[in-house]
């Protein structure tokens, strides 16, 4: 059987888009950080989100029904930071940005690359995670920026340099050949 540790080290390696997800409802506000985001389908749009079970968000996101997926510029990496860390009270979190909404009344951040606005429609328990499945109601994007992604255990920027450095030949592969 595959240690956690071997497993972690691994997953170092598969980076990922940064996100904040947040909720608001019955069970008040809630916020946390999270990369293990994943669309699912577009008919219907679907996204899966992970959320650890003992986050006080799990609860919070499950007694409201409904979470806003907000995708983070390469700006926001502070507001990830703020909202990574239980040692900052959620009103501090929140206050750190602006917020609107869109249908559910989950909050939805100023200046994220892209807000995606669900509803909760099924919940599975994997070990140590709660997957939640989640029926996207509406969608925000802000259009051009760079982006924030998770990788090697660091943030890192993402943006159109990245993208066409990664199409321009590398050295040892034939110019007519895709460098990726």
Known sequence: MLDKRSFRDAMAGL?????II?????????????????GVTDEPPTLLVC?????????AF??????????????????????????L????????AQWTSLVTG??????????????IE???EVGTHTVFFCAV??????????ALIYYGRRYHRVGELSVHAMHAPQSGAPADCPAG
Do not use: M, W, Y
Request: proline residues 2%; glycine residues 8%.
């Open 137 to 146: 109601k509406a969608a925000h994007t802000q259009g051009a920026g760079d």
């Open 89 to 96: 009270p959620l009103d501090e979190r929140f206050a750190a």
């Open 15 to 19: 980076g990922a888009a940064v996100n």
């Open 106 to 119: 989950a909050p939805v951040l100023d200046g994220a690359l892209a807000s995606l606005d669900c509803e």
């Open 51 to 59: 959320i650890n079970r003992s986050s006080r968000n799990n609860a």
């Open 22 to 38: 947040t909720s608001d409802g019955v069970a008040g506000r809630a916020g946390c950080t999270a990369s293990a985001v994943c």
């Open 122 to 124: 099924s919940v599975t």
């Open 62 to 87: 499950r007694a409201n029904g409904k979470l806003c997926v907000n995708v983070l510029s390469a700006e926001q990496q502070a507001l990830a930071a703020h909202f990574a860390t239980n040692a």
